[in-house]
């Protein structure tokens, strides 16, 4: 059995930083890439970042672009999400996930097959 354990959510103010991780385990787990996700009450679950392992290629969102950085170690099953300048808006459940196969639709939260059980990121005014 596979599971994804995030942890590093928090309460920030405006302006600040956090630093989430994410680890895999299970006897058999590998993944081709891994990614973090977000929702917020009422909302969809948004894709924010993703990585992916044969090449280190990574993608963002465009609300996530020049202040989160996606990193990570495949052979440690960890993932990582720097988050910088934090913003009010920023305020969701944040997961990670990982990908078995190479699906090239990396945003589409359905291409990813396993998930955790998400880390509350709250950011305040």
């Known amino acids: 059995q596979v599971q994804l354990v995030e942890s590093g959510g928090g309460l920030v103010q405006a302006g600040g930083s956090l630093r989430l991780s994410c680890t895999a385990s299970g006897r058999t787990f590998s993944s081709y890439a891994m990614g973090w996700f977000r929702q917020a009450p009422g909302k969809e679950r948004d894709f924010v970042a993703h990585?992916?392992?044969?090449?280190?290629?990574?993608y963002y969102a465009d609300s996530a672009k020049d202040r989160f950085t996606i990193s990570g170690d495949n052979a440690k099953n960890t993932v990582y999400l720097q988050m910088n300048s934090l913003r009010p808006e920023d305020t969701a459940l944040y997961f990670c996930a990982a990908q078995r196969g190479g699906s090239v639709y990396y945003w589409r939260a359905l291409d990813y097959d396993y998930w955790g059980q998400g880390t509350q990121v709250t950011v305040s005014s």
């Open positions: 990585i992916r392992w044969t090449d280190s290629r990574t």
